[in-house]
């Protein structure tokens, strides 16, 4: 297999964002020879020679993209702006995988006022967040299930996304506060910008036109 190659390399994110990512891209004219939904390969040649698809943990796309090992990617942004955009052009919101970044909190819990704690993945938005609010909030970093943390009494609250409310929901919590809304972004490589200019302005074109047909279809 060979991936150091002169290709031009987009990192995609891994999960639901890939499902609601393909049909974009083959509306840009970009497809995957290999169905990527099935195989357990993590680099795949499209229909255009000179295009290929890497797919990561989305937590991973923009470092890959930052440093240029890929030059364009896809993902969630949320993860944006949990790690910063430096190094990254940010194009244009596919305006897929659309979800909410809140606060939440076990049903009927009120503060006393006092600190609180909370858990979350996302600890530099949480701790801007709660600055801005002017509340004092000891931050827990976990990496998954953080609907666990309230019911086991390990934070008084999480700040996750929220798609459906669902999992909120089964879990005996209900939503607080918004802190964004969340799709995800097609992010560039600064210097691929530079270097690759025509080849990735035609793309960011074409998925320009994809979103907006998509977008149409849908009320
Ligand atoms: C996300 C998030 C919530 C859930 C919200 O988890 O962390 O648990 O989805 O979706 P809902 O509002 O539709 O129930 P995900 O499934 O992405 O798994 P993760 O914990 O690995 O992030």
């Not at 970009?30 to 680099?43: A, G, M, Q, W, Y």
């Amino acid at each position: 297999m060979d991936t150091m190659n002169d290709k031009l390399t987009i990192a995609l994110t891994k999960g639901r964002i890939l499902k609601e990512t393909l049909p974009l891209l083959a509306c840009a004219g970009i497809e995957s020879l290999e169905d990527i939904n099935t195989s357990r390969k993590l680099v795949f040649d499209t229909n255009r020679p000179e295009v290929q698809l890497v797919v990561l943990r989305g937590t991973d796309v923009p470092t890959y993209v930052r440093f240029g090992a890929a030059d364009m990617g896809v993902v969630g942004k949320d993860i944006l702006m949990e790690q910063g955009a430096e190094g990254l052009y940010e194009p244009l919101d596919l305006g897929i995988a659309r979800c909410r970044l809140m606060t939440a909190a076990r049903v009927g819990w009120q503060s006393d006022g006092a600190r609180i704690r909370v858990a979350t993945k996302f600890v530099n938005i949480a701790r801007n967040y709660f600055a801005q609010q002017g509340v004092q909030a000891d931050l827990i970093k976990l990496y998954g299930a953080l609907e666990l943390a309230p019911i086991m009494n390990l934070a008084d609250q999480i700040v996750d996304i929220v798609d459906t409310g669902n999992t909120l929901r089964a879990n005996g919590m209900e939503p607080l506060q918004e802190i964004a809304a969340v799709s995800s972004r097609l992010v560039v490589n600064k210097a691929a910008m530079r270097s690759r200019y025509a080849a990735i302005t035609q793309i960011i074109g074409d998925l320009t036109a994809a979103v907006q047909e998509a977008q149409s279809a849908t009320p």
